[in-house]
């Protein structure tokens, strides 16, 4: 496939959009002609065909999570007869809207959603059994509350056809639906009520195993792979037993799970919600029937941003997940798992209210003291010095910004990467994606989310993120043959980027993804030590 043939169908999936959610909200732009028809454990399942990949798409792997089965781990699909078209997107999990910035928001297909969402998509370069090519199975972000496998980004075709993988894409329970831990407070028969919402995933998880070799995918070489919420996901799965020999290698990009909730938390959290709603632990079946409209609502006005505060994320509950997954050091469970860990230069300029134009120095000042409540006025200066002295051109908002990132979104996948290297079972891997977008002016830097249309190979699907410039498709192909590469061998080297070393020791060898890629020793350790020193960590 050539650059234009293969480039082109990003343009033409841009181009489709407006007109593919008018005429059917589910459409995934559903391009090609039928295509392949593979057996599942439920059933057949026909693809479309297109430029050489096969697209499958809302395939179930899990029963309905509505009524009685709502709050409670999932059955297995219903099987049906015949040939079942996987033409179009499966529903999402209810969810309230995620407010995020236009141009990310301009990527999100916005389908429809219902408590049927245990739903995957697979691509594939040939629905061949004989072939065994590298899976990688997305999960997505938007935390634990929102968020689903259709945005346009996470369309995993160009992926699949540049690197010769098979893709899936996972949707699952979230937010009240899939973490409210009733396991303590719901009687019997809802012991088995928690982190049902990651359990999903351990269900997609046994799906690929069980009908992933029918799509050309190797069962036996699966690599998880998730980007914010995706990546705490992905920290999650890899201390629990129940996802142990599922997959074979794991990347976490801009997000982290080091500590889960404590159950006393938790069931605190399961409680207020219940009030919120009227009604009291031993009303549970009640809840059940309510309309998933009115949990939204009620989650809505009291989600983790309102006064009832809710731990809507994996509860170390002592049975599905044991202990933390990286606290106090990395899961022995997944000791022999390769990781790649990922973050970006200025993550937080990703989120609606972050000062983008200039600033000066008072309110630089004011604002590391905001980010550091425990530092005195002279130590915010010395932070200061010390991000000016690494980043000398740098201006105020840019310092602001790469400071802010790093003590905060930073801070977690970091933390899991040390642990992970401490422990020496299996290699780590750090990068560091600091290419600026030209969107906004270029006001938005190199924000959380950006690297994500460059490891899909979808850079001109994503042009409201990444803009037009021909230096995108270079950095595109060199990070999705990272990737690719890391699911193949994990080992993420290949001949396009300079050699890259795991991350380990003293030295800390990041790879910098940018125009130029470059590995750095302990890139920044000054500021990211003295960051360290003022805050609370784990």
Request: hydrophobic share 40%; charged share 20%; aromatic share 8%.
């Amino acid at each position: 496939m050539n650059r234009r043939s293969f480039i082109g169908r990003g343009a033409v999936a841009v181009g489709a959009l407006a007109a593919s959610r008018l005429a059917n909200p589910l459409a995934l732009l559903a391009e090609g002609t039928p295509g392949a028809t593979v057996e599942t454990g439920s059933g057949k399942v026909r693809g479309l065909s297109h430029d050489g990949v096969q697209a499958f798409r809302g395939i179930p792997y899990g029963a309905s999570t509505a009524d009685s089965a709502r709050f409670l781990p999932a059955g297995k699909p219903r099987p049906w007869t015949g040939v079942r078209d996987a033409f179009e997107l499966g529903l999402r999990c209810p969810q309230a809207s995620p407010g995020l910035i236009p141009e990310f928001a301009s990527l999100d297909r916005a389908e429809p959603a219902g408590e049927d969402c245990l739903v995957l998509n697979v691509w594939t370069p040939s629905a061949d059994a004989s072939k065994k090519r590298p899976v990688m199975v997305w999960l997505h972000g938007g935390g634990y509350s929102t968020g689903s496998a259709g945005f346009t980004i996470y369309d995993g075709a160009n992926l699949a056809a540049k690197q010769d993988v098979v893709l899936v894409g996972v949707n699952h329970r979230l937010n009240v639906f899939g973490f409210l831990y009733f396991a303590e407070i719901g009687g019997e028969k809802y012991a088995q009520a928690s982190n049902v919402g990651i359990l999903d995933v351990v269900s997609a998880l046994q799906w690929v195993r069980d009908n992933i070799s029918a799509f050309g995918g190797d069962p036996g070489n699966v690599t998880i792979f998730g980007q914010s919420g995706g990546g705490g996901k992905v920290s999650t799965l890899l201390a629990m037993p129940s996802a142990k020999g599922l997959f074979h290698r794991a990347i976490i990009e801009s997000g982290a799970t080091v500590k889960g909730v404590p159950r006393g938390e938790a069931s605190q959290s399961a409680e207020q919600f219940l009030a919120k709603l009227g009604l009291k632990p031993n009303q549970l079946d009640q809840a059940q029937k309510l309309p998933a409209e009115q949990l939204v609502a009620a989650m809505g006005s009291g989600g983790p941003a309102g006064n009832l505060n809710l731990r809507l994320s994996p509860t170390t509950d002592g049975r599905s997940l044991p202990a933390d997954p990286f606290y106090p050091k990395a899961s022995a469970l997944s000791a022999n798992v390769p990781l790649i860990v990922s973050t970006v230069e200025t993550e937080v300029a990703f989120f609606a209210g972050q000062q983008l134009d200039p600033m000066d120095d008072a309110t630089l000042h004011q604002k590391v003291m905001q980010t550091l409540p425990k530092a005195s006025a002279a130590q915010a200066d010395q932070v200061i010095a010390a991000y000016r002295a690494g980043r000398p051109k740098a201006p105020n908002t840019d310092l602001y910004l790469t400071f802010a990132s790093d003590a905060t979104f930073r801070q977690g996948p970091v933390t899991e990467a040390v642990r992970k290297a401490a422990d020496g079972s299996a290699p780590v891997y750090m990068s560091y994606f600091t290419w600026h977008s030209p969107v906004r002016d270029g006001k938005l830097r190199s924000f959380h989310t950006l690297e994500i249309p460059f490891i899909f190979e979808n850079v001109d699907v994503g042009k409201s993120v990444t803009g037009s410039g021909q230096d995108r498709y270079a950095l595109a192909d060199r990070m999705s043959a990272a990737w690719a590469s890391f699911a193949r061998t994990g080992n993420p080297n290949h001949p396009g980027i300079p050699h890259w070393p795991a991350f380990k020791g003293e030295e800390r060898a990041t790879m910098f993804f940018n125009d130029e890629c470059k590995v750095v020793n302990d890139p920044y350790g000054t500021e990211r030590r003295m960051v360290d020193a003022l805050l609370t960590t784990t």
